[in-house]
Every structure is written in structure tokens, then in C-alpha cells.
Nanobody, 118 residues
Framework: QVQLVESGGGLVQAGGSLRLSCAAS????????MGWYRQAPGNQRELVAV???????NYADSVKGRFTISTDNAKNTAYLQMNSLKPEDTAVYYC????????????WGQGTQVTVSS
């Protein structure tokens, strides 16, 4: 089994920064993709950023130029650096990983709350 543990959420003023971390642990043979999604109240979960094979990145248009996703492959950890935060970035942020143990599977973290005050 694989566990994803997120950290780094919190309350910040508009224009501020936060850095989220997601550590994957368990019987991991390989990590293909790690990403961050978010869900605001009343909204569907949406993609924020994803990184594949530790290099290829993709971002939601709403966060391009403000957020940066990266990984430490040795630690199976993904990071999301969030700068110039806006109140509309307020949401629960979930880590996702596509991981091979015996088979390839998708895994999700429990989520971490990010609140941006105006």
C-alpha cells in the first residue's frame, strides 16, 4: 500500500506564498506522475499542476506563472510552490500520485486546506 502525506497548507494574505509538500511512502517501485488538485466548496476537483517522469510539467491556466511543481525523486516527494496567491486559490489541495508497487495505481492524499484572505 502507498500513503501520501501532504503538509504546508494554511492561512495567508493575498499576494503571499505557501509551499505544499507531498511525501509518498510504502512499497513503491516507481513513480510515474505526481500532481496537485484542488477543490473549493461547491466546485468539482480540478487539476492544479502535474509533473510526469520528474520533468514534464503541466499547469492549469489559472496558476501559470504563479505556481511551480517540482519533485525530489530520491524522497518520492512532490512540492507545489505557490506565489502571488489570490482569494480564488482558496481550496483543499490534494496530492495525487501514479505509482507502481506490484501494479500501477493512482493514489490520493487526505488533502490540506489553503485559505487566502483578501
Amino acid at each position: 500500500q502507498v500513503q501520501l502525506v501532504e503538509s504546508g497548507g494554511g492561512l495567508v494574505q493575498a499576494g503571499g506564498s505557501l509551499r505544499l509538500s507531498c511525501a509518498a511512502s510504502g512499497s513503491i517501485f516507481s513513480v510515474r506522475r505526481m500532481g496537485w488538485y484542488r477543490q473549493a466548496p461547491g466546485n468539482q476537483r480540478e487539476l492544479v499542476a502535474v509533473i510526469t517522469n520528474g520533468a514534464d510539467t503541466n499547469y492549469a491556466d489559472s496558476v501559470k506563472g504563479r505556481f511551480t511543481i517540482s519533485t525530489d525523486n530520491a524522497k518520492n516527494t512532490a512540492y507545489l510552490q505557490m506565489n502571488s496567491l489570490k482569494p480564488e486559490d482558496t481550496a483543499v489541495y490534494y496530492c495525487n500520485a501514479f505509482v507502481r508497487t506490484v501494479f500501477w495505481n493512482d493514489y490520493w492524499g487526505q488533502g490540506t486546506q489553503v485559505t487566502v484572505s483578501s
